[in-house]
C-alpha cells in the first residue's frame, strides 16, 4: 500500500521560514516524478513545485519561484519543500503527489498518489 506523509506544516509570521517533508513508503521512490501542491480555502488546487527522478530538474509556480525550493533524497524516500519569505497568501494546505511519469507536470490529475496535506499559516 503506498502511502505518502507529510510533515513540517505550522504557523509562521510573515518572512518566515518553514521546511516541509514527505516521505514516501510502498513504492520505489526513485521511479516517481514528485510535486508539492496546495490548497486555499475557497480556492482551487494549485501546482506549487516538482522534481524529475534524479532531482535533475525541478520547476516552479511563478508565485513561489525565488523564495520556495524543491529537493529529494532518494536514499530516505522523501522530498523535502524549503520555503522562505513567507507571505500570507501562501497559507494553504500543502499536499505532496507522485507520478510514475517522466515529467513534472502542472495538471493534479496526472498524479497517482497523494499524501494527506500538512496546513501551512502565514499571519501578517
Known amino acids: 500500500q503506498v502511502q505518502l506523509v507529510e510533515s513540517g506544516g505550522g504557523s509562521v509570521q510573515a518572512g518566515g521560514s518553514l521546511r516541509l517533508s514527505c516521505t514516501a513508503s510502498g513504492l520505489t521512490f526513485s521511479t516517481y516524478t514528485m510535486a508539492w501542491f496546495r490548497q486555499a480555502p475557497g480556492k482551487e488546487r494549485e501546482f506549487v513545485a516538482g522534481?524529475?527522478?534524479?532531482?535533475?530538474?525541478?520547476y516552479y509556480a511563478d508565485s513561489v519561484k525565488g523564495r520556495f525550493t524543491i529537493s529529494r533524497y532518494n536514499a530516505k524516500n522523501t522530498v523535502y519543500l524549503q520555503m522562505n519569505s513567507l507571505k500570507p497568501e501562501d497559507t494553504a494546505v500543502y499536499c505532496c503527489?507522485?507520478?510514475?511519469?517522466?515529467?513534472?507536470?502542472?495538471?493534479?490529475?496526472?498524479?497517482?498518489?497523494w499524501g494527506q496535506g500538512t496546513q501551512v499559516t502565514v499571519s501578517s
Open positions: 522534481i524529475t527522478k534524479s532531482g535533475g530538474s525541478t
Open positions: 503527489a507522485a507520478r510514475i511519469g517522466l515529467a513534472v507536470v502542472v495538471v493534479s490529475e496526472r498524479y497517482d498518489y
